[in-house]
């Protein structure tokens, strides 16, 4: 069985008296008794989803659930990379602002996040993650009664680590196993972080066999080889397309981009028999089931794979599909309006009657929960950097700065997105233009994030294994 962990956190009690949620907030509205069921996707590009505008047909079951829920077409995340983005998902506040935006930090006791909300509120928590950068190292066990780390095993595998990539067909019996133990009594929360189509692409043939070319006989002809991804991580991860040495060729960037796909696919075909497993549960019906990711991934739109280290929507653009219980459906199948995961956290307050903290940045879910939503918002969005390029994304434009082009002078560019959608015509932004000023409001206000953030909390020692799974991962930390 994977490692289980206890959660620590300070007295919930304490926390819902600084934030104003408890028990006795208000009278409940009808989430109260539902099970909610969150499931994320790591670095799954909205882009490649089928049900989205993605030709191939790479999504079949998301795009089932999004026939019986609500598609939020326009869904970001603050941060291309997972250990900034899951605290904002779970805590509604932007990276800055909660302090892990680097690998040397985790989420601080103090903050509040949804599995101790809902578990004030009555439920029955339950989390399992996939992805190392999503767990404990990050202290992102708050609140749950049940944490796995399905990563981490008793015994050490072929290569003598006691970290496994997991299998996304795994959390079929996650969630058996949950059913099974859970209380009754209590309403469940369940929560799986699944690592696919996250790097290493390497889903089963039959997932990709009808979309690679039949001849390709290069690298990683069969999935990606773990030593090449170990390469790539080392490199930067900032491979690009060409003909030199650490470069790769345009049939290799094709192939993988075919892996991609049926990653993607092989990731699908687990959430169908997640699905199927919560109807056999009888739960599927009655919960609030949320289907998302924590980032997107680059296929060279803009030159380099992966993702962390741009702020293009290919790395921040992901799916959102919610079906809400029985009884709860909205009207509006998909909304354009512009969101963020981060306000998944003040939508369930506001369907428990329980008031959201005020220092959050999610808002409620626009036309399921807010009728009149802000047509002028701006999503704030930041990469993975100490000194990170940073931009304010509206429903049609984007405002980019690069504090480090130029030798560290800065870049300012504006990208017309109604124009140019695939953001490769940016329009420099003059000094002492109404777009320069913009962009100085932007970098104060990201300024004032951080200086608004609670203090920092280490993150947990990386053991070696640790390290060599996240290297294996394609990260460069």
Same mark, same amino acid.
């Given at each position: 069985m994977p490692t289980q962990l206890r959660p620590k956190s300070l007295s919930l009690l304490i926390l819902l008296a600084l934030f104003g949620c408890g028990h006795d907030a208000a009278p409940v509205a009808p989430l109260a008794g539902k099970p909610v069921v969150l499931i994320v996707f790591d670095a799954l590009a909205a882009r490649h989803v089928h049900h989205l505008g993605y030709e191939t047909e790479t999504t079949p079951n998301l795009d089932r659930l999004a026939k019986e829920g609500v598609t939020f077409a326009k869904a970001f995340s603050p941060a291309p990379y997972t250990l900034a983005s899951i605290p904002s998902l779970f805590t509604g506040r932007l990276p800055d602002r909660h302090g892990v935006y680097d690998g040397d930090h985790a989420l601080p006791a103090v903050e509040l996040t949804l599995a101790e909300l809902l578990a004030a509120n009555g439920y029955q928590t339950f989390g399992a993650v996939a992805n190392i950068q999503g767990g404990s190292l990050r202290n992102l066990q708050q609140g749950f009664e049940v944490y796995e780390e399905l990563y981490r095993t008793e015994e050490p595998n072929a290569k003598g680590h006691g970290v496994s990539f997991v299998q996304p067909g795994d959390f079929v019996q996650v969630l058996q196993r949950w059913d099974e133990m859970r209380d009754r009594q209590r309403t469940p929360f369940f929560y799986a972080h699944v690592l696919q189509p996250h790097m290493p692409y390497s889903p089963p043939s039959r997932f990709f066999e009808d979309l690679v070319d039949s001849k390709y006989d290069g690298p990683n002809a069969k999935?990606?080889?773990?030593?090449?991804?170990?390469?790539?991580?080392?490199?930067?991860?900032?491979?690009?397309?060409?003909?030199?040495?650490?470069?790769?060729?345009?049939?290799?960037?094709?192939?993988?981009?075919?892996?991609?796909?049926?990653?993607?696919?092989?990731? =699908?075909?687990?959430?169908?028999?997640? #699905?199927?497993?919560?109807?056999? !549960? +009888?739960?599927?019906?009655? @919960?609030?089931? /949320?289907?998302?990711?924590?980032?997107?991934?680059?296929?060279?739109?803009?030159?380099?794979?992966?993702?962390?280290?741009?702020?293009? =929507?290919?790395?921040?653009?992901?799916? #959102?599909?919610?079906?809400?219980? !029985? +009884?709860?459906?909205?009207? @509006?199948?998909? /909304?354009?309006?512009?969101?963020?995961?981060?306000?998944?956290?003040?939508?369930?307050?506001?369907?428990?009657?329980?008031?959201?903290?005020?220092?959050?940045?999610?808002?409620? #879910?626009?036309?399921?929960?807010?009728?009149?939503?802000?047509?002028?918002?701006?999503?704030?969005?930041?990469?993975?950097?100490?000194?990170?390029?940073?931009?304010?994304?509206?429903?049609?434009?984007?405002?980019?700065?690069?504090?480090?082009?130029?030798?560290?002078?800065?870049?300012?560019?504006?990208?017309?997105?109604?124009?140019?959608?695939?953001?490769?015509?940016?329009?420099?932004?003059?000094?002492?233009?109404?777009?320069?000023?913009?962009?100085?409001?932007?970098?104060?206000?990201?300024?004032?994030?951080?200086?608004?953030?609670?203090?920092?909390?280490?993150?947990?020692?990386?053991?070696?294994?640790?390290?060599?799974?996240?290297?294996?991962?394609?990260?460069?930390?």
């Amino acid at each position: 069985m994977p490692t289980q962990l206890r959660p620590k956190s300070l007295s919930l009690l304490i926390l819902l008296a600084l934030f104003g949620c408890g028990h006795d907030a208000a009278p409940v509205a009808p989430l109260a008794g539902k099970p909610v069921v969150l499931i994320v996707f790591d670095a799954l590009a909205a882009r490649h989803v089928h049900h989205l505008g993605y030709e191939t047909e790479t999504t079949p079951n998301l795009d089932r659930l999004a026939k019986e829920g609500v598609t939020f077409a326009k869904a970001f995340s603050p941060a291309p990379y997972t250990l900034a983005s899951i605290p904002s998902l779970f805590t509604g506040r932007l990276p800055d602002r909660h302090g892990v935006y680097d690998g040397d930090h985790a989420l601080p006791a103090v903050e509040l996040t949804l599995a101790e909300l809902l578990a004030a509120n009555g439920y029955q928590t339950f989390g399992a993650v996939a992805n190392i950068q999503g767990g404990s190292l990050r202290n992102l066990q708050q609140g749950f009664e049940v944490y796995e780390e399905l990563y981490r095993t008793e015994e050490p595998n072929a290569k003598g680590h006691g970290v496994s990539f997991v299998q996304p067909g795994d959390f079929v019996q996650v969630l058996q196993r949950w059913d099974e133990m859970r209380d009754r009594q209590r309403t469940p929360f369940f929560y799986a972080h699944v690592l696919q189509p996250h790097m290493p692409y390497s889903p089963p043939s039959r997932f990709f066999e009808d979309l690679v070319d039949s001849k390709y006989d290069g690298p990683n002809a069969k999935g990606m080889d773990p030593d090449w991804v170990i390469d790539f991580a080392r490199s930067g991860g900032k491979m690009v397309i060409g003909d030199g040495p650490d470069e790769v060729s345009l049939p290799h960037a094709n192939h993988i981009l075919s892996l991609y796909d049926g990653h993607i696919r092989y990731a =699908d075909d687990a959430l169908g028999r997640m #699905l199927d497993e919560l109807k056999r !549960a +009888g739960i599927f019906d009655d @919960a609030l089931i /949320v289907v998302t990711s924590d980032h997107g991934e680059a296929m060279w739109e803009h030159g380099v794979l992966g993702h962390s280290r741009t702020i293009f =929507d290919e790395m921040v653009h992901v799916p #959102l599909v919610v079906k809400l219980p !029985a +009884g709860m459906e909205g009207t @509006a199948n998909v /909304v354009s309006d512009l969101t963020s995961i981060m306000d998944l956290f003040p939508s369930i307050c506001a369907w428990l009657d329980v008031p959201a903290p005020e220092t959050i940045d999610g808002k409620l #879910l626009p036309q399921l929960l807010d009728p009149e939503p802000d047509p002028m918002r701006k999503l704030l969005l930041r990469t993975f950097h100490p000194d990170p390029v940073i931009a304010t994304r509206g429903v049609n434009s984007k405002l980019r700065f690069d504090p480090r082009a130029h030798n560290g002078a800065g870049e300012a560019k504006f990208y017309n997105l109604r124009k140019d959608p695939q953001e490769k015509l940016p329009i420099p932004v003059v000094d002492g233009t109404v777009r320069a000023g913009q962009v100085n409001r932007m970098r104060k206000q990201f300024e004032a994030l951080r200086a608004s953030a609670a203090p920092q909390a280490e993150g947990a020692l990386r053991s070696e294994q640790d390290e060599k799974m996240i290297e294996g991962l394609g990260y460069s930390e």
